[in-house]
């Protein structure tokens, strides 16, 4: 069985950093592209931050590219979301997502209408003024 369970989320002022934590299970990175989505109340999912070892890349939206570094440890089966520069805009539910190499990876994840094969319960993360 596939689980995804996120942490680390808590609030933080601008400009400041978190670093948010998903532990999985039930499936190997080599199997699976892993990353992270959020959504914000009252707008479409957005897709973040994706890595596939199928082609052993890691892709960003331009929304967080420069300020979020997405990392594995693929010994603990865990995925890390360092974020830097936070801004009121990132106030989001960030969720732990994976999809399957074979039926796509990456290629979707930033589609706001193509849900990920794989998702687990968010950590909040707001960000203050």
């Known amino acids: 069985e596939v689980q995804l369970q996120a942490s680390g989320g808590g609030l933080v002022q601008a400009g400041g950093s978190l670093r948010l934590s998903c532990a999985a299970s039930?499936?190997?990175?080599?199997?699976?592209?892993i990353g992270w989505f959020r959504q914000a109340p009252g707008k479409e999912r957005e897709g973040i931050s994706c890595?596939?070892?199928?082609?052993?890349?890691?892709y960003y939206a331009d929304s967080v590219k420069g300020r979020f570094t997405l990392s594995s440890d693929n010994a603990k089966n865990t995925v890390y979301l360092q974020m830097s520069g936070l801004e009121p805009e990132d106030t989001a539910v960030y969720y732990c997502?994976?999809?399957?190499?074979?039926?796509?990876?990456?290629?979707?994840?930033?589609?706001?209408?193509?849900?990920?094969?794989?998702w687990g319960q968010g950590t909040l993360v707001t960000v203050s003024s």
């Open positions: 890595f596939s070892s199928g082609d052993n890349s890691t």
């Open positions: 997502a994976a999809d399957e190499i074979l039926l796509g990876g990456c290629q979707e994840w930033f589609n706001p209408k193509v849900p990920n094969d794989y």
């Open positions: 039930g499936f190997t990175f080599d199997d699976y592209a």
